[in-house]
């Protein structure tokens, strides 16, 4: 089984900082691109930002210059470095990856379980 295991969130005053990481385990054979969302009370789930396996990043406007994604290939985890937040960035955030597990020909999108990130004014 595949599974992806997020970590980081919490609570945190506006303007401070947390880093997220998300570990997918499991029978891997390889992981494509991955990614962060978050989702707020009573909105969409909204995309943050897209790693490559080959370190191509992009980011939604609302995060641009204030959250850094990073992966580590050899441990198969990506990280969402979080600076400056604000009260709008509270959320369940969510680590998504295109995995093909191992033995098997196509990718799947595959979701954690959510890590609530809650700042306060």
């Known amino acids: 089984q595949v599974q992806l295991v997020e970590s980081g969130g919490g609570l945190v005053q506006a303007g401070g900082s947390l880093r997220l990481s998300c570990a997918a385990s499991?029978?891997?054979?390889?992981?494509?691109?991955m990614a962060w969302y978050r989702q707020a009370p009573g909105k969409q789930r909204e995309l943050v930002a897209t790693i490559t396996s080959g370190g191509i990043t992009d980011y939604a406007d609302f995060v641009k210059g204030r959250f850094t994604i990073s992966r580590v290939n050899a441990k198969n985890t990506v990280y969402l470095q979080m600076n400056s937040l604000n009260p709008e960035d509270t959320a369940v955030y969510y680590c998504?990856?295109?995995?093909?597990?191992?033995?098997?020909?196509?990718?799947?999108?595959?979701w954690g379980q959510g890590t609530q990130v809650t700042v306060s004014s």
């Open positions: 499991g029978r891997l054979g390889s992981i494509n691109a």
């Open positions: 998504n990856a295109e995995i093909r597990p191992a033995g098997i020909l196509i990718y799947s999108d595959y």
